[in-house]
């Protein structure tokens, strides 16, 4: 079936602006997560959602970044006024259920370049 | 808090050598541990998996088993292929239920031929 599909693949912005980033999770998945990766680092936690239940919004770095998921579906995330240090892969991952010992799976990133 | 430390790479080895990448973790109770490969140009994918102590997860001819008493999860193959060249994360989920996924700083593996 379909994995984890995220778009758009890169895009490259201008610092001051704003860019939304989309991610299709598997098909009945209820767990969905969205990561930051930046060169040459680990993964970065950014957010959590599981069904109609708060998020987990911990991992986001400053209220610049923000994001939604409609049900158990498609998941926006939103970054308001980039800056450079934004530039990074952002990864989206879903899980069938939020249970520790449950594998995610990962889409293939979207490519963000501030300039 | 809880954390996964990896060996830093890049670690460059010749076609058919023994790879061994350690992971070591910090967690309370019996977390879950993974690890994870990313291949040039693709997303993160599971590798293979270990949920209790002493399992060992397996896959493609990686094997890591979870050691509690060491508090680690060393992956290991014995002759690596240069298509085994990718970025290797470990990972840990905490026991009891749904709370972050912490990931390593992934170990990049070169395989010359």
């Known amino acids: 079936g379909a994995g984890v599909s995220q778009s758009p693949s890169n895009k490259v912005t201008e610092k001051g602006k704003d860019v939304e980033l989309r991610c299709d999770p598997i098909s009945g998945h209820t767990a969905l997560y969205w990561y930051r990766q930046r060169l040459g680092q680990g993964l970065e936690f950014l957010i959590y959602?599981?069904?109609?239940?708060?998020?987990?919004k911990s991992g986001l770095p400053s209220d610049r970044f923000s994001a939604e998921r409609t049900g158990e579906s498609v998941s926006t995330l939103t970054i308001q006024r980039t800056q450079q240090e934004d530039s990074a892969v952002y990864l989206c991952a879903s899980s069938l259920v939020p249970q520790s010992s449950y594998e995610q799976y990962f889409g293939p990133g979207t490519r963000l370049t501030v300039t | 808090g809880n954390s996964v430390t990896q060996m830093e790479g890049p670690v460059t080895l010749s076609e058919e050598a023994f790879l061994t990448i350690n992971c070591t973790y910090t967690?309370?109770?019996?977390?879950?541990l993974f690890w994870y490969v990313q291949y040039p140009g693709e997303g993160l994918q599971l590798l293979l998996k270990a949920t209790k102590a002493d399992d060992k997860g397996s896959n493609k001819g990686f094997e890591a088993t979870y050691r509690k008493e060491t508090t680690s999860f060393h992956l290991e193959k014995g002759s690596v292929q240069v298509s085994d060249s990718a970025v290797y994360f470990c990972?840990?989920?905490?026991?009891?239920?749904?709370?972050?996924?912490?990931f390593g700083i992934g170990t990049k593996l070169q395989v010359i031929p």
């Open positions: 990972a840990l989920t905490p026991s009891g239920g749904y709370q972050k996924v912490t």
């Open positions: 959602f599981q069904g109609n239940s708060a998020p987990d």
């Open positions: 967690a309370t109770g019996y977390p879950s």
